[in-house]
């Protein structure tokens, strides 16, 4: 008989949970769905959970957590955790924890890729010359063009990610400049980087700003018409963090104005984005000019390889063990009342 039953409510790899059979060993049970709808997963499914193992497709708030009857773990299989209702989950006295060791170098990569995409016209000359291998023939055709060596890079977030992109960036010849009030002091200059006081003074100085910082109240809708306002008009903007914590339609108006250059967005608000939001709109028929000229968008794929999506697997479903094994909590971003009374 299994020790243990593990649930993944939004399993986001094709197999029978190959490696997370192979990482809990054969005493656990796994209960393995593909929903976003949390009513059609089994009540008995919830409640026999010791372990919830869960990715970004589903809601976990307060009425899901209400479900779990055994649940002693909650394990992130990914680093942003904001669809996960901490505070329920700490009032249940269930610890939740994230996995933050995976994916770093390929959203770094990626951050680094859409900058580049732009400054050596990749996808404006693909475009140009997929309507005319003649025509598009031209070096010229690329409007955000330029030389990177002795310019300013901006990264909003000195975590792992913001780091990897950060030393990346400085291989290119860029000056980086960092904004992170919650990093301490001094690690700016472990990384040789510039550090700047305040958002406003990093987006002022900074010729490609990429975006590095969780999603939170303080960050949601960092990013709209009036701090967009602040960047050079020749500024190019990455987000490879939250969708959220950028104001998309603002910053479709921005681009068309001429208010900022260019954009590359790996994620959005909502994803996929509904047939009337504006973004989707933009790419729907390809004809609108902005598309592959000066937006650049990707399917929440910065983090994705095959490596990568191995480690975010096999990781979450070490930690849900150590915890129901041995005790022991890795990577916690919540407080759990009992954790709390136990020390008290």
């Not at 955790?81 to 770093?104: E, K, S, W």
């Not at 921005?254 to 790419?283: K, N």
């Amino acid at each position: 008989m299994a020790q243990f039953h593990l649930m993944t409510p939004d399993a986001q790899y094709a197999d029978d949970a190959r490696i997370e059979r192979e990482t809990a060993g054969p005493d656990v049970d796994w209960s393995i769905f593909r929903d976003r709808d949390p009513d059609a997963i089994p009540a008995e499914a919830w409640r026999r959970a010791d372990a919830l193992v869960v990715w970004h497709e589903m809601k976990i708030d307060a009425a899901v957590i209400a479900r779990l009857d055994r649940c002693r773990v909650i394990v992130r299989a990914g680093v942003g955790f904001d669809h996960i209702d901490l505070d329920a989950a700490a009032a249940r006295g269930i610890p939740v924890c994230n996995t933050p060791d995976y994916g770093t170098s390929e959203v770094a990569d990626h951050a680094i890729a859409m900058m580049l995409n732009f400054k050596r016209g990749l996808t404006a000359y693909h475009r140009r010359l997929m309507d005319s291998p003649q025509a598009g023939f031209d070096h010229a055709q690329a409007p955000l063009m330029g030389r990177l060596r002795g310019r300013t890079f901006g990264v909003v977030g000195l975590g792992r990610i913001g780091t990897a992109t950060a030393l990346r960036a400085k291989a290119f010849g860029l000056d980086v400049v960092c904004y992170d009030p919650h990093v301490s002091r001094g690690t700016e200059i472990a990384v040789g980087v510039r550090r700047v006081e305040s958002l406003a003074a990093l987006l002022r100085d900074s010729d490609v700003v990429s975006l590095h910082c969780p999603l939170t109240p303080e960050t949601r809708g960092m990013i709209d018409a009036e701090t967009l306002a602040l960047m050079k008009p020749g500024a190019i903007l990455i987000n490879t963090a939250r969708g959220a914590i950028v104001d998309v339609p603002a910053l479709l108006a921005a681009l068309r104005d001429g208010v900022i250059a260019g954009a590359g967005l790996d994620v959005l608000p909502t994803e996929p984005p509904a047939p009337g939001d504006a973004i989707a709109r933009a790419y729907a028929n390809g004809a609108d000019p902005l598309v592959g000229e000066r937006l650049l968008m990707t399917p929440h794929a910065a983090w994705s390889s095959p490596e990568s999506v191995a480690d975010a697997r096999r990781l979450a479903v070490e930690t849900a063990m150590l915890c129901l094994s041995h005790g022991t909590i890795r990577n916690l971003v919540n407080t759990p009342r009992r954790a709390v009374a136990a020390a008290e």
